[in-house]
């Protein structure tokens, strides 16, 4: 079992860069591929990014390529979403999760837990 914990979603304005954070407990969060998920109000919730237990293999929706990074640092059990040159449209709830995989996945059934999300507003 891990909970996840995600934190620094605010609203911002168009253009702004933003950090998310998500902090786990129970597990080492080594024990996990991650990934980011987003959902805006009315819609499925989406795929954003992911990456592998090691860090060493990342994979992003073609929607945020270029402008988003995920990154991890499992001594302080922790995952980052850096998210530069932020739109309008990348308003909505930011979720973390942990696969048992090594590697994740592209989509939210390959996830085993989940945090609660935390809400990015970005005004235009």
């Known amino acids: 079992q891990v909970q996840l914990v995600e934190s620094g979603g605010r609203l911002v304005q168009a253009g702004d860069s933003l950090r998310l954070s998500c902090a786990a407990s129970?597990?080492?969060?080594?024990?996990?591929?991650m990934g980011w998920f987003r959902q805006a109000p009315g819609k499925e919730r989406e795929f954003v990014a992911r990456?592998?237990?090691?860090?060493?293999?990342?994979g992003y929706a073609d929607s945020v390529k270029g402008r988003f990074t995920v990154s991890r640092d499992n001594a302080k059990n922790t995952v980052h979403l850096q998210m530069n040159s932020l739109k309008p449209e990348d308003t909505a709830v930011y979720y973390c999760?942990?696969?048992?995989?090594?590697w994740g996945s592209g989509t939210s059934q390959g996830y085993d837990y989940w945090g609660q999300g935390t809400q990015v507003t970005v005004s235009s």
């Open positions: 999760a942990a696969s048992l995989s090594i």
């Open positions: 129970g597990r080492t969060l080594s024990s996990f591929a």
């Open positions: 990456i592998s237990r090691s860090g060493g293999t990342t």
